[in-house]
C-alpha cells in the first residue's frame, strides 16, 4: 500500500478505535515505514515516537512489539545524526532482547548488529569490530555460516574494516559473503547483486 492509503487506515482507526490502540499503533507503524522509504523521515520520526510512546504505555518497556518500535526509531534518530541517542535506544532494545530471547536468540542478535554500527559510526571503532567478531561467531555456531543474518554482520565488518584501513580482511571477507549468497540464493539474487558490488567497488578502489 501507498502511503496515502495508509494515511486513510490511520485516520480510520483513530476515529474508530482512537489513538492509543494496538491496531491504530501498528498502522501508524506501517505508516512510517512507508514514510521512511519515501525520505520523509521528519513525518516517520513523528509517527515513529508516537507508537514508543503509545506501545511503552499499553505493554510496557520490554514487550517485543515495544522494542520494535523503539529498534525502528532508534534507526531514524540515527539518521538524522543523533547518534547518541540512537546508541542509548538500540542498547534498551539488546538489554530486552537479552531477557527475552537469551543471548544467542536471533532477534538479541541483529539488535546488537544495529548497536554495533552505530558504535562505529560514533567513532568507537574497536568496541564495534569487537561487538561484530562475537556476533558473527555466535551467529555462525547457532544458525550456519551462510545463514542471512551471519552474512549481513560479515558484511557490515567487511564494511568497517574497509572504512578504517584494514583493506585486505575486509575484501576477503566480503568475497566470502558475495560467495556464500551466490551458492545459497543465486546470482541473480539482489543481495547476491549488492555483494558483488561491493566487492568491485572495492576491486576499483585497490587494495593496501
Sequence with gaps: MNVEQLEAIVAQRCQALGDAHPETLTAMLDLAEALW?????????????????????????????????????????????????????????????????????RDTLRAINNLAGTLAALGDVEAARAMLDETIATLARVFGEEDGDTLTAMGNLAALLWQYGERDEAYWLQDQVASSLHRVRGADDASTRSARAVLDSMLREGLS
Design 37 to 105: 522509504a519515501e525520505g520523509r523521515l521528519s513525518r516517520a520520526r513523528q509517527l515513529e515516537e508516537a507508537v514508543v510512546a503509545g506501545r511503552r504505555a499499553l505493554l510496557g518497556d520490554a514487550h517485543p512489539e515495544t522494542l520494535k518500535a523503539i529498534g525502528k526509531l532508534a534507526t531514524t534518530i540515527g539518521q538524522y545524526g543523533g547518534l547518541a541517542e540512537a546508541r542509548r535506544l538500540q542498547e534498551e532494545v539488546v538489554a530486552g532482547r537479552r531477557a527475552l530471547y537469551g543471548d544467542e536468540g
